[in-house]
């Protein structure tokens, strides 16, 4: 668990690194506090996506499942919210999260408070959402409805919904990131990937997560 304390000591540390550098976009900051708290599974598809972040200089970033573990996050869904919106404050970039739980929206905001300014969080069912989303998307994370490997369908054509309602509103140079994929049956992205192979795209990273990005 991250005490408030350390949690300071961490964000002082990584502005110390941000002064350091005018280089636009600020990814080194991002990194050091993605190494220094996660060392889950999701470790090299995260580093991966920031430095696609910094190579498309990424602006409109939307998550569909808030990081529902507060100071737990890392250590359980991965805590994009936290780690992504950091790099979104540093670069002038926003995060629109999406959670049907409002306890879950409560919970992520007790570790985003110093940088909450460039992350907008809504109570929403996440493909009502999607569908009524007015600005292109850059980049889309895909990690809403749980995973249940004894029946998995429910997730996998929820997160089918998911992409069908964003598509339309992906940027030709969007990146698409699933979670949990590294479970049985293909996890919560299978019918996501086979949709995005039959319109050309094709994986960038595979392993506990996938990233997706067009041909």
Not at 13 to 30: E, G, H, K, W
Not at 108 to 126: G, K, L, P
Not at 134 to 144: C, G, Q, R, T, V
Request: proline letters at 3%.
């Amino acid at each position: 668990m991250i005490s408030k304390i350390r949690f300071s000591q961490i964000i002082i540390f990584c502005f110390s690194l941000t002064l350091s550098s005018n280089v636009f976009p600020n990814i080194d900051p991002a990194l050091a506090f993605l190494n220094k708290n996660l060392r889950d599974m999701r470790r090299g598809t995260f580093e991966k996506a920031l430095r696609l972040l910094e190579d498309r200089q990424i602006k409109t970033i939307v998550e569909t499942g808030t990081a529902r573990g507060g100071d737990l996050a890392f250590t359980g869904d991965g805590g994009f919210t936290i780690i992504f919106g950091y790099w979104c404050f540093l670069n002038q970039a926003d995060l629109y999260s999406v959670d049907i739980e409002e306890r879950a929206i409560q919970r992520a905001r007790t570790m985003v408070s110093e940088w909450e300014t460039n992350i907008h969080f809504f109570q929403d069912d996440s493909v009502h959402f999607l569908e009524n989303f007015a600005k292109p998307i850059e980049f889309l994370y895909l990690d809403s409805f749980d995973f249940d490997r004894n029946d998995p369908e429910p997730s996998q054509l929820h997160h089918l919904r998911e992409i069908e309602a964003a598509y339309e509103k992906l940027t030709e140079n969007a990146v698409v990131m699933i979670d949990d994929c590294g479970l049985p049956h293909g996890g919560k992205g299978k019918f996501v990937i086979d949709y995005l192979k039959n319109k050309g795209w094709k994986i960038y990273a595979q392993g506990y997560q996938v990233i997706m990005l067009r041909s």
